[in-house]
């Protein structure tokens, strides 16, 4: 029986990867309201209300950290140098910085510093894709500490995020990501692939990230990225549908001692549970960095 390991905006699933996509960031990504709102005042620490699980906070960014505070209580300090990533979103639905890490291969330059972006795909089916959009604003916030991983996901009023997402910018040192863009040309980006698809056989219940992939027919779509490095996303059934990704996970792209161009898969079991360890991919081996360990365990 499987137990999914539940899904908790503070602490993000770690493992690999993708990666990715040419993500659109910046301050021309996305239209935002003035670069100086009401509340970011010249000199001294910048500070915004905002709303952390629901509770009403106050934002306040220095040259050193960002801190959410209660009245004069600190009830979360993020240092800067343990930002890994800042990035908006338009609802907090979706499952962000879940698939962005930095192992795998650059994707693309994002941001207005131009800095490479690497996308890594730990997956809940389709989560990268799914329509989830409000009117409300949320800025992603990935951090590093003592080896863990976690994202802070706050909500911001339409007149601040920019000026939020800058300064978080300036704290960093890391261009902000638009994830809604960088949606959107995945999409793009499976769409124009699916002409080379290969499909593929699976002959077992497996689990791959975090989805579960029974008996049957998929097709892959792989994506290929600089330093030997790519993606590749799984369908079901005999049609690519980008909009309905059964499973995807993060690749190694090594040389082929195979002779045959058909699509194989190899196997392997981790944590009890079994995956796909590589694939034979039109003359190549894609051996997955991300499906290796298992979202799911066995109980």
């Excluded at 692939?193 to 049957?216: F, H, Q, T, Y």
Aim: glycine share 8%.
């Amino acid at each position: 029986m499987f137990v999914r390991r539940r899904w908790d905006m503070r602490r993000v699933l770690v493992g690999t990867t993708l990666i990715i996509t040419a993500f659109g960031a910046g301050s021309r990504a996305v239209k935002m309201a003035p670069l100086c709102a009401p509340s970011c005042q010249a000199g001294g620490d910048k500070k915004w209300p905002v709303k952390y699980f629901g509770s009403k906070l106050e934002l306040v960014i220095t040259d050193k950290s960002a801190r959410c505070k209660k009245g004069k209580e600190t009830s979360l300090e993020i240092p800067a140098a343990s930002i890994s990533e800042v990035g908006y979103d338009n609802s907090s639905h979706n499952r962000g910085w879940a698939y962005l890490k930095s192992v795998g291969g650059a994707m693309a330059n994002g941001g207005s510093g131009g800095a490479a972006v690497i996308f890594a795909p730990i997956l809940a089916p389709a989560a990268i894709l799914a329509p989830f959009k409000s009117s409300k604003h949320f800025v992603r916030i990935l951090r590093e500490d003592k080896g863990s991983t976690s994202e802070v996901l706050l909500e911001v009023r339409k007149q601040d995020y920019h000026a939020v997402l800058n300064e978080l910018q300036r704290l960093s040192g890391k261009p902000w990501v638009d994830l809604p863009k960088a949606r959107k040309k995945l999409v793009s980006e499976i769409e124009q692939a699916k002409g080379r698809s290969a499909p593929l056989e699976i002959d077992r219940n497996i689990v791959l990230n975090e989805a579960e992939m029974k008996p049957g027919r998929y097709q892959a779509v792989f994506l290929e990225r600089p330093g030997n490095h790519g993606e590749v996303y799984f369908f079901s059934g005999t049609k690519v549908n980008p909009k309905r990704i059964s499973a995807q996970a993060v690749v190694n792209v090594e040389p082929s001692n195979s002779e045959t161009t058909n699509s194989e898969v190899t196997y392997v079991v981790e944590q009890g549970v079994e995956t796909i360890n590589a694939i034979q991919f039109h003359g190549k081996k894609l051996v997955l960095v991300s499906g290796a360990r298992p979202s799911r365990v066995a109980k």
